[in-house]
């Protein structure tokens, strides 16, 4: 169970978080605060794992709050005023609660929080079977078996997914490919991660893949060139 804090000026949202976190086995509510020098006083003192934390307050914005933060956090905004979901989402953010929301709403976002901690503490020593990925201003888990080949785009990526729409992410292709199992993907140019699993053949300096009903053909970098064929055995 995650150990969670609740920062907000209005005591009325803090009973509201405080009452939908008693019906949710995932998450034990310790502490909840008015002030946020209380807070970081408490986060400095003791494990906290998740802040439920207002955006709009009146000493200091919860955005500044958490980009102080000296500890890494997972973080759930709460607010009344969407405006600030993409700054919120910038700073890792897990999810962002538009007030006043539903038990389903939190649910939701809690589980994500869930299971983004089970991800992070047993990444070590477990083979998890899919990644996080911030694209589209939220945590999206992709299966790593519904991966067909990653495109870097400079600061960006776009993954291309079987019968899915692509994800395009804020990240750069050396940040991804090191969160995925060696043995299943490989890079194969300075701009494309490639599946093993949708290799069909390579001809020369080019590679054949299947992407859903069609074929792609990329071209395999010459640096790659000798762990390509080395991996595929050409």
């Known amino acids: 169970m995650m150990k969670a804090i609740a920062l ?9 978080i405080d009452s939908f976190c008693e019906q949710n086995e995932k998450v034990q509510l310790v502490k909840s605060f008015l002030k946020p020098n209380d807070a970081l006083r408490y986060i400095e003192n003791f494990p906290v794992d998740l802040i439920f934390l207002d955006i709009q307050m009146p000493s200091v914005s919860g955005i500044d709050f958490f980009r102080d933060l000296k500890r890494d956090i997972m973080v759930i905004f709460t607010t009344a005023h969407s405006e600030y979901a993409i700054e919120g989402f910038n700073l890792n953010a897990i999810d ?74 804020r990240m750069t292709l050396k940040a991804l490919y090191e969160k995925l199992p060696a043995n299943d ?41 000798d762990e390509v064929y080395r991996v595929c055995k050409m």
């Open 8 to 16: 907000d000026d209005e005591p009325l949202a803090l009973t509201v």
């Open 96 to 169: 962002y609660l538009l007030k006043p929301f539903t038990i389903d709403r939190f649910n939701q976002a809690v589980l994500k929080a869930y299971e983004f901690y089970n991800y992070t503490n047993n990444a070590s020593n477990t083979k998890q079977p899919y990644i996080y990925i911030r694209a589209d201003y939220s945590l999206l888990k992709i299966d790593l078996l519904d991966i067909i080949y990653i495109e870097g785009l400079n600061d960006y990526l776009r993954i291309h997914l079987r019968n899915q729409k692509p994800v395009v992410a």
């Open 185 to 225: 993907f490989l890079r194969v140019h300075r701009s494309y991660i490639v599946s093993m699993l949708s290799i069909l053949k390579i001809t020369g300096k080019i590679m054949h893949i299947k992407v859903n009903d069609n074929v792609v053909q990329l071209q395999i970098g010459k640096s790659y060139e």
